[in-house]
């Protein structure tokens, strides 16, 4: 389990909103964010979705471009419809049984509430950025840009 700063972020495998396998390793040597989030539609969930695909080609036109993946519990048909309905340009993993949120132990509240958790990982798959959205779904994706502005100047992000 990792969720601190400075942790090798898991190596995983997860199914697409098309069903396609989705390796984490594939990625390696670039810069990703990948959140996990509660729910496919509920109103919290939506607008975080939404504030990562307003922000997307910001992202994409980082120097080096930035991955971003949305990862939650449900069902690859119901991340599909999520997905086309919102237009999301990012991929949408499912892990169903929570074996991916427990590796980066992303908690659950009350034990049943899964958190809303995002990780800026670096090339090296290092974790450079946690940040707990589970209330803030508008200001995440400017924290997100304001650690990765951070990173930057300190000359980590490469």
Request: proline share 7%.
């Amino acid at each position: 389990m990792v969720n601190i700063v400075g942790d090798i972020a898991p190596d995983f495998t997860l199914l697409d909103s098309n069903e396609n396998s989705f390796n984490f390793s594939d990625l390696d040597g670039s810069w990703k964010v990948v959140f996990f989030y509660a729910k496919d539609g509920s109103p919290t969930c939506k607008r975080g979705c939404l504030s990562f695909k307003e922000q997307y080609d910001l992202f994409r036109s980082l120097t080096p471009p930035v991955e971003v993946i949305g990862i939650s519990q449900d069902s690859t048909s119901q991340h599909k419809e999520f997905k086309e309905e919102l237009g999301l340009p990012f991929p949408l993993l499912s892990d169903p049984d929570r074996k991916v949120a427990d590796l980066f132990g992303v908690p659950m509240y009350l034990g049943q509430f899964p958190a809303k958790s995002s990780f800026v990982v670096g090339p090296d798959r290092k974790i450079h950025y946690v940040y707990d959205w589970l209330f803030r779904p508008r200001n995440h994706v400017a924290k997100i840009l304001a650690a990765m502005s951070d990173v930057t100047e300190r000359r980590d992000f490469k």
